[in-house]
């Protein structure tokens, strides 16, 4: 584990967060890495795709299956600007990922400690390395940004409709 190479990483990860920003998704990326290579990237397109599970963890290890021709992603780390949800936990379970490193925890649907432990839940068959909170106040202010920008949209769309019923 190298802190240096976590934070390169991470900061990609939010590269690739600000493309789904960019989308109208919400801001998360993931990158996965093997032997210091990308072999897989992605960020949310649940809204564009028409797809609940596009999340940005979905995308990057359905590329890294088809980059490395395998559906096991051994000896490889995902870095998602933030925690895995229960769906995709799942999936990183079954991908056989050596390491997760986050960076916001979600308090609302974390799967890796937040709400639930599925990366290191004993009773599963593989369990995963999991370092939180890299670059973790960035990732957390996109994301809060984003969402306070959505509120902010909302409430203005809401005001206007009430203005043109008022016509």
């Known amino acids: 584990m190298n802190i240096e190479e976590d934070i390169k990483w991470m900061h990609h990860a939010l590269k690739l967060a600000n493309n789904a920003q960019l989308q109208g998704e919400v ?3 993931a990158v996965l890495v093997q032997s210091s290579k990308i072999i897989g990237q992605g960020w949310n397109q649940s809204i ?15 590329e890294a299956g088809q980059t490395l021709k395998n559906y096991r992603l051994i000896n490889s780390t995902l870095y998602v600007t933030l925690e895995p949800c229960s769906m995709c936990a799942g999936l990183l379970v079954h991908s056989r ?4 490193v986050f960076g916001a925890s979600d308090f609302k649907t974390g799967a890796a ?3 639930m432990n599925l990366l290191n839940d004993e009773r599963l068959n593989h369990q995963i390395e999991v370092t939180k909170g890299v670059l ?7 994301l809060s940004n984003f969402f306070r920008m959505r509120r902010a949209e909302k409430k203005k769309l809401k005001q206007q409709q009430k203005l043109s019923n008022l016509d």
């Open 97 to 100: 990922i050596n390491r997760v």
């Open 113 to 115: 400690g937040s709400v």
């Open 136 to 142: 973790g106040e960035e990732c957390s202010a996109m």
């Open 48 to 62: 564009s795709l028409h797809d609940p599970s596009a999340h940005a963890e979905m995308m990057a290890i359905r």
């Open 27 to 29: 801001p998360v990326g």
